[in-house]
């Protein structure tokens, strides 16, 4: 999947760099041979461990709100602003601090971008940011921004939308709408999205519980395609000021997902239903992703069952760190941090 644009990048800064997609973005910099990577993580739920041993890499521990006088480690360095408050559970319950993180740090990386001449900003987003309930279509890009949002982390994620925009003029900025990413580097936990919880429940021998029926379905991308979608945006003069779903345009059944985890895990576990979440409207999620092809050339090349093989595999050869991970979200949940 590597691009020879890629070699472009030789200094980068990564918000939120210790967490599931940023710590995969920061291996891919490294192999791709930058020189410098930044990572910005106040670890609320990112992990020390997730980051390569290299010297490289630079791990400053700080909220991202908190980032306006932290020197640039080069001239025109490369911004991705992964750093989010994740996601849309955590932000119904916790809606001062999703604003917090997503509104305010969104602004702070852009004014501290803006100040060092970054070559570029990549900011990620969600398919949900702009698309209200109800759409049973795949989403495009060029769709309007609905008012009828379900989450504050919804609202948030569109409100760092239009601050890049009002950069647009003095920055280069991409905004990457990612789907349903997963993939090695994600943990378990309450507030976690479904594949690693699906994994975690199969290999302890839990039931899965899945919120609805079963027949709802996400476009499920695996992470180093998203990955590479992020870096092709940063490096792909055309993508400037633009939106770009990162997706496969693939519908994957809910309750498919849990066989071919049970599959996968080689689990004996049971599946169980629970009533779906009130928040929860859009029985559907599908990305359109032409933008991507035509702009970026990015071409997700990993299906959800080789992806679930990779992820399964990374949990067993890191099952103590998980573990451990596990407890760890378990006892942020149970105090209400986040």
Not at 165 to 192: I, M
Request: aromatic residues 8%; hydrophobic residues 40%; charged residues 20%.
């Amino acid at each position: 999947m590597s691009s020879t644009a890629t070699q472009r990048i030789k200094t980068a800064v990564v918000t939120g760099g210790a967490g599931a997609i940023g710590s995969r973005l920061v291996h891919r910099l490294l192999s791709d041979g930058a020189e410098r990577v930044l990572v910005i993580d106040d670890l609320s739920s990112g992990y020390r461990w997730l980051l390569p041993k290299d010297d490289r890499v630079e791990l400053l521990v700080k909220d991202v709100c908190d980032m306006r006088d932290v020197p640039a480690p080069a001239d025109a360095p490369t911004v991705f602003h992964l750093a989010a408050f994740f996601a849309n559970q955590n932000s119904v319950d916790h809606p001062l601090d999703d604003l917090h993180t997503n509104g305010r740090g969104t602004l702070t990386t852009l004014l501290w971008a803006r100040a060092r001449s970054a070559a570029a900003v990549v900011y990620a987003s969600a398919g949900c940011s702009i698309a209200g309930h109800g759409i049973e279509a795949p989403i495009r890009e060029d769709m309007p921004v609905s008012l009828h949002l379900d989450t504050p982390y919804q609202i948030t994620k569109a409100l760092g939308e239009f601050y890049c925009n009002y950069f647009g003029e003095s920055l280069h900025t991409v905004r990457c709408r990612f789907f349903n990413s997963y993939g090695p580097g994600e943990v378990p936990g309450h507030y976690r999205n479904v594949i690693p919880n699906f994994i975690w429940r199969a290999l302890t021998g839990q039931p899965l519980i899945i919120t609805g029926t079963g027949d709802e379905t996400r476009d499920f991308i695996f992470v180093d395609d998203l990955v590479d979608g992020l870096v092709r945006s940063a490096t792909t003069p055309g993508a400037r000021g633009d939106a770009i779903n990162l997706g496969t345009g693939v519908q994957t059944r809910i309750g498919d997902l849990a066989e071919w985890v049970l599959a996968a895990c080689q689990s004996k576990s049971r599946i169980e239903y629970a009533p779906r979440r009130a928040w929860d409207k859009s029985t559907h999620r599908e990305a359109n992703i032409d933008k991507a092809k035509s702009v970026l050339g990015l071409r997700p090349s990993v299906t959800v069952r080789a992806g679930l093989e990779r992820t399964v595999a990374w949990f067993h050869g890191n099952r103590e760190a998980i573990r451990a991970a596990a407890e760890t979200e378990r006892a942020r949940s149970s105090t209400g941090g986040s």
